[in-house]
């Protein structure tokens, strides 16, 4: 399961991420829209409480909010073996004026 | 380009610690990966009985940016007579495992997801591990506790060990 993204900037500015990369606090603080492209269907968790399956999301981040984004990974031990789990959590976090 | 984090297990008073243990099987001996059969825990039909203490945390290494809400949980329950404490601190500091009853994994265990870290970084539950450091969290002490009454010999149920993490 890996990932890539694209933000566009308030400026117009495109940036994208490597395959399983983040975005960095700049970009995330500037980011006007995030596209995030994954090469499974997988869980995500977007803004306002909406969860979906899939492989792809395309949002426009709010005025006055910045972007949040983070990979929640849980694995499962039983007997030797390891089951690993991924959410996209995508979030709108209020920037302090 | 991402975090990798797995299970590690530190034993003996040298505080040795083992990356990327396979299983956490408790005995009556401290060490990892332990084969059950070689080190069971003898017990009788009375009094209570415990396993070697188990030192386990999370080593977080890889390329990546931050790590952090380190938690862990035991879902599925234990034979009958069977028991896991752990301890809840965000700095539960190490000492040579013992088998006799635990100072530090006095607590039950939690059995789904906490919502909120359980594991230490750094001795607080809010720590993170950023800029692709290589670190190991603080750790949760396990211990198996055998009501000698109500346990029946033989091997118990196989519990899953889950732990979660953020990466950003």
Same mark, same amino acid.
């Given at each position: 399961?890996?990932f890539?993204?694209?933000?566009t900037?308030?400026?117009?500015?495109i940036y994208?991420?490597?395959?399983?990369s983040?975005? $960095?606090p700049?970009?995330k603080?500037?980011?006007?829209?995030?596209? #995030?492209? #994954? @090469?499974?269907?997988?869980s995500i968790q977007?803004?306002y409480?909406?969860? *979906?399956?899939g492989? @792809?999301?395309? #949002? $426009?981040?709010p005025?006055g909010?910045?972007l949040?984004?983070?990979?929640?990974?849980r694995?499962e031990?039983?007997n030797?073996?390891?089951s690993i789990?991924?959410?996209? *959590? *995508?979030?709108?976090?209020?920037?302090?004026? | 380009?991402?975090?990798t984090?797995?299970p590690?297990e530190?034993n003996t008073? %040298?505080e040795?610690?083992?990356?990327?243990? %396979?299983?956490i099987?408790?005995?009556?001996?401290?060490?990892y990966e332990?084969?059950?059969a070689?080190?069971?825990?003898?017990?009788?039909n009375? %009094?209570?009985?415990y396993?070697?203490?188990k030192?386990?945390g999370?080593k977080?290494?890889? &390329?990546y940016t931050?790590?952090?809400?380190?938690?862990?949980w035991?879902?599925t329950?234990?034979?009958? %007579?069977?028991s896991?404490?752990?301890s809840?601190?965000?700095?539960?500091?190490?000492?040579?495992?013992?088998? &006799?009853?635990?100072?530090k994994a006095?607590?039950a265990?939690p059995t789904?997801?906490?919502?909120?870290a359980?594991?230490g970084?750094?001795?607080?539950f809010?720590g993170?591990?950023?800029?692709?450091a290589?670190t190991?969290?603080?750790?949760?002490?396990?211990?198996l506790?055998i009501?000698?009454?109500?346990?029946?010999p033989?091997?118990?149920?196989q519990l899953t060990?889950?732990?979660q993490?953020?990466?950003?």
């Amino acid at each position: 399961m890996s990932f890539h993204w694209r933000i566009t900037s308030r400026t117009g500015e495109i940036y994208e991420g490597e395959e399983d990369s983040f975005p $960095s606090p700049e970009q995330k603080i500037s980011a006007n829209t995030f596209e #995030l492209f #994954l @090469s499974d269907d997988c869980s995500i968790q977007a803004p306002y409480g909406q969860n *979906i399956i899939g492989r @792809s999301i395309s #949002l $426009s981040i709010p005025d006055g909010h910045c972007l949040a984004f983070k990979r929640r990974v849980r694995v499962e031990m039983c007997n030797g073996i390891e089951s690993i789990t991924h959410t996209y *959590i *995508i979030a709108f976090e209020k920037v302090e004026q | 380009m991402a975090a990798t984090v797995q299970p590690y297990e530190a034993n003996t008073g %040298g505080e040795t610690k083992h990356d990327n243990i %396979g299983n956490i099987n408790f005995g009556s001996n401290d060490s990892y990966e332990i084969v059950p059969a070689t080190y069971p825990i003898s017990f009788t039909n009375s %009094g209570t009985y415990y396993s070697y203490e188990k030192y386990i945390g999370l080593k977080i290494s890889g &390329t990546y940016t931050k790590v952090d809400n380190l938690q862990w949980w035991m879902a599925t329950s234990p034979s009958t %007579g069977v028991s896991l404490y752990s301890s809840n601190t965000a700095n539960t500091v190490f000492a040579a495992p013992v088998m &006799t009853v635990s100072s530090k994994a006095t607590n039950a265990c939690p059995t789904s997801d906490p919502g909120t870290a359980n594991i230490g970084i750094g001795g607080a539950f809010g720590g993170n591990s950023a800029s692709s450091a290589t670190t190991y969290s603080n750790y949760v002490c396990l211990q198996l506790r055998i009501n000698g009454p109500t346990a029946s010999p033989g091997d118990m149920t196989q519990l899953t060990f889950t732990f979660q993490y953020d990466e950003q």
